[in-house]
């Protein structure tokens, strides 16, 4: 008899309001399950767990939650891609996305956000709709529409100006938005897009970026211009080296590297400040050992081909080490085949290697000692034809040997 007066008195608001309480304690738990470290959002954020329970799927997964099992729900709320799911769920989706990012600050949470705000970006319509409803006429047509057509990159914004404001002290934030925007075709995946529309908004914010990261250093550099090359202009280089590591080895630093290292590097030399310029190429090495590679495989980058050369010409001379001085300058004429200086110390070196291996060669494997020696003298008269003290005196000893440098 109660059941029956219950079920008769139990009307669809009531369904509704229970609904939206059961909503709201499957939004904390999921929330918790997700261990951020801040508070919970909302209760209107779930309307979130609404619109995922009108999938069997949802439904399914809200019972499972309701059992002490968040993992369903939770998968539901990352989708491999949020193009063609209902824009309210991609809003609320995208929401819950960027708060989880920015208190985890976690790579695929940034990454699902800007996602998710990139597709909400393709229902124009409902936009405008929801700017319709929250403005109404307080704002004029052209500033809703603007709005609207924004809304699918404000995040994207905010994170670039917050990163951008972290990044001379290489806070957490800006480093994982660098890895975000190093990697556009994840968000244009999510977000079902064409990558490159994405792709170079990602590389003119990662540039903005960086060059916050490197501000400080630059000012640093530029303030000692006026002073002799010294132990603290290598520091600020030094400096950069640290922000290459933390930015993930971009290019873009390597640049700013040998753009502003390259001068200092040559006063240093020409001061005959040797231990200052060993410790900047030692400093440096990996950043130029990449940078270097990535010359030899990128057109693009021809214009730095030289400085870079430069830099293995310095290594090949202050190597105490004569195989690894040979090939820091078979890098650099590898890297640039006309620089001048690299053409100029490979030759030199392999004329003394040739005068080594003749000195040291065992009687027995004397014919080949020569014969590689006169290879190397005759490499380092093509590399270098003109008159040099050691090639000529290599190419006498070849000779006396009774090696050939013909042909």
Avoid at 124 to 144: C, E, F, I, N, W
Avoid at 147 to 154: E, I, K, S, T, V
Avoid at 203 to 216: G, S, T, V
């Amino acid at each position: 008899m109660l059941r029956a007066v219950a079920e008769a008195t139990w009307r669809d608001d009531d369904e509704a309001l229970f609904q939206r309480a059961a909503d709201r304690a499957r939004l904390a738990a999921l929330w918790a399950s997700e261990h951020a470290p801040g508070p919970p959002p909302h209760p209107r954020a779930s309307g979130m767990i609404a619109l995922l329970r009108r999938t069997l799927a949802g439904e399914a997964a809200a019972a499972r939650l309701d059992e002490g099992d968040p993992s369903a729900l939770a998968a539901l709320t990352r989708p491999t891609t949020f193009a063609a799911l209902d824009p309210r769920l991609v809003h609320h989706l995208a929401l819950h996305h960027e708060r989880l990012a920015r208190q985890r600050i976690q790579l695929t949470d940034w990454q699902r956000a800007l996602g998710a705000w990139r597709s909400l970006a393709e229902h124009p319509t409902y936009l405008r709709d929801l700017a319709d409803a929250v403005a109404g006429d307080s704002l004029p047509d052209a500033a809703k529409a603007s709005w609207a057509q924004a809304a699918g990159w404000r995040a994207f914004a905010g994170l670039v100006a917050e990163a951008e404001q972290g990044a001379p002290d290489r806070s957490d934030l800006a480093r994982v938005a660098l890895q975000v925007l190093g990697a556009p075709a994840v968000i244009a995946t999510y977000a079902g897009v064409d990558p490159a529309g994405v792709a170079g908004r990602a590389e003119r914010a990662r540039a903005r970026i960086l060059d916050a990261a490197l501000a400080p250093i630059d000012e640093t550099l530029d303030e000692a211009e006026g002073r002799p090359a010294g132990v603290d202009h290598v520091q600020a280089l030094e400096a950069v080296v640290d922000v290459w590591r933390w930015a993930g080895r971009p290019d873009h630093v390597e640049r700013f590297f040998v753009d502003r290292a390259l001068d200092i590097g040559w006063q240093l030399y020409t001061a005959k400040n040797f231990m200052t310029l060993k410790r900047l190429l030692g400093s440096a090495r990996p950043l130029l050992r990449r940078f270097a590679e990535r010359v030899r495989q990128d057109p693009r980058e021809v214009a730095h081909a030289s400085r870079v050369a430069q830099f293995m010409v310095f290594e090949a001379e202050m190597e105490p080490r004569l195989p690894q001085q040979i090939a820091a300058a078979e890098t650099a004429v590898a890297l640039c085949d006309t620089h001048r200086n690299g053409r100029l110390v490979l030759a030199d070196l392999l004329a003394e290697r040739a005068l080594r291996s003749l000195e040291e060669a065992p009687i027995l494997a004397r014919r080949k000692t020569v014969e590689r020696a006169a290879a190397d003298v005759k490499r380092a008269r093509v590399l270098w034809p003109d008159s040099s003290g050691r090639i000529d005196q290599a190419a006498r000893e070849v000779a006396r040997r009774g090696g050939s440098l013909d042909g």
